[in-house]
Structures are given as C-alpha cells and as structure tokens.
C-alpha cells in the first residue's frame, strides 16, 4: 500500500531562518512525486514534479529534491508570505492507479518577521 | 480561466439531510477527482472519474455517490449526511495519468453537518 509521511507537523521559522521539510514515502513504481502549496481557505496550488532520484527543482526561495525514499523541500531565507501548509503527494505507476495521488498529512509552515 | 469552480463554497447540513456538491473544470481534463480534507488526515480520495459516464471508488467512499454525465462536471452526492461527514470536500482534475499531470484543485466546499 503506498504511503506517505510528511515532518514535522508544523514548523514556526524567523525570517530569513531557512530550513526543510521532509516527504518519506512508499510506493510501488513512482510515476511522480508532487510537492504543493496550501493557503487557509484554499485549494492546494502546484508547486513542483519530481521524476527520479537525484532531481531537483527550484522556484524563489523554494528547492525540492527526490531520492528513492524520501523528497526534501528547502525553504531558503524564508518571508512572511511563504507561511502556508504544504503538501506532498505520490503518483503510483500501475496503470491502474488512473493517476491518483496519495497525500502525506502536510507541514504547516509559520514565518515570523 | 476559471480552472475548478466549486459549488456551494459552505453549507450546514441537518443529519439525514442530503445534498449535492458540483465540480465544474474548463480545461477539457479526462480525469476527476473528489477528496476531503481532515484536520491532521490530508486528503483522501472518495471517488474518481477518467472520463465521461465512468466513476469509481477511492479510499472512503462509503456516504457518497458520484456522476459525471457530462465531461466537464463531477457531481458529488451525500444521500443521508451524518456528523462524520463534517470535512472539506475539494475536487481536482488532471488532463491525463502521463508523469508530470499535476492536478489542478478548486476552492473547495467547506460542510458542516449537524
């Protein structure tokens, strides 16, 4: 059964104190992981897809990275905006997995000024 | 672009009361997808569709039916409501199962059931 586990559970951070956030998971064949970014009151928002181990991603101030167990998203010099949960999710490659995700339970994310 | 538009955005509910929540995307996507979100839970999948007229059951699906009579819509139905159907139900649809088909998320539907 594929599964994902998202620490910490919430993190409170400094501006400019940067820091990561940790995606394990278990999954039979990873079509692709997904990394998401969560506002209160909103739907999640796409950030990145990693394929294989070994890749990395960037946007801003934000880096995630994918190896066969676990995806890590850096959070460098963070800012009050970046206060947000985010999310990790896990594409199986079964052909019968009709693209579902499986979500990790998420990392809430506050950055004080 | 309007992407996902859910409807309504809130609703109470009295036990037994039932009650249908649209999903309506304009990306011309394949794939649909209803979840709810529980504090401390992340999202589950309830049903999905890949493609018009076929549905299916994901992780919790008991309490809730679906349709997808036309491929823009996913229609989430609740027949009898009950308290532990208290969540946020938001629906996603993705354009294929191809790697790197992000979903795209409305703004989900927050349901009281009292």
């Known amino acids: 059964e594929d599964q994902v586990t998202q620490s910490p559970e919430a993190l409170r951070l400094q501006e400019g104190e940067s820091s990561s956030l940790n995606c394990s998971y278990t999954v039979s064949g990873l079509r692709g992981l997904f990394w998401y970014r969560q506002d209160p009151g909103k739907g999640p928002e796409f950030l990145f897809t990693l394929y294989s181990a070994g890749e990395e991603k960037e946007k801003e101030r934000l880096k995630a990275t994918l190896t066969k167990k676990e995806s890590f998203l850096h959070i460098t010099a963070p800012k009050p905006e970046d206060s947000a949960t985010y999310l990790c999710a896990v594409q199986a490659a079964a052909t019968d997995s009709w693209g579902k995700f499986q979500f990790g339970a998420g990392t809430q994310v506050v950055v004080t000024p | 672009n309007a992407g996902v538009t859910q409807t309504p955005k809130f609703r109470v509910l009295k036990t037994g009361q039932s009650m249908t929540l649209l999903c309506a995307q304009d990306?011309?996507?394949?794939?649909m997808y209803w979840y709810r979100q529980d504090p401390g839970m992340g999202l589950r999948l309830i049903h999905y569709s890949v493609g018009e007229g076929t549905t299916a059951k994901g992780e919790v699906p008991d309490g809730y039916n679906v349709s997808r009579l036309k491929k823009q819509n996913f229609l989430l139905g609740l027949e009898s409501a009950a308290p532990s159907q208290t969540s946020v139900y938001f629906c996603a649809s993705k354009v294929g199962t191809g790697a790197g088909a992000e979903a795209f998320f409305g703004q989900g539907t927050r349901l009281t059931v009292v």
């Open positions: 990306m011309n996507h394949e794939y």
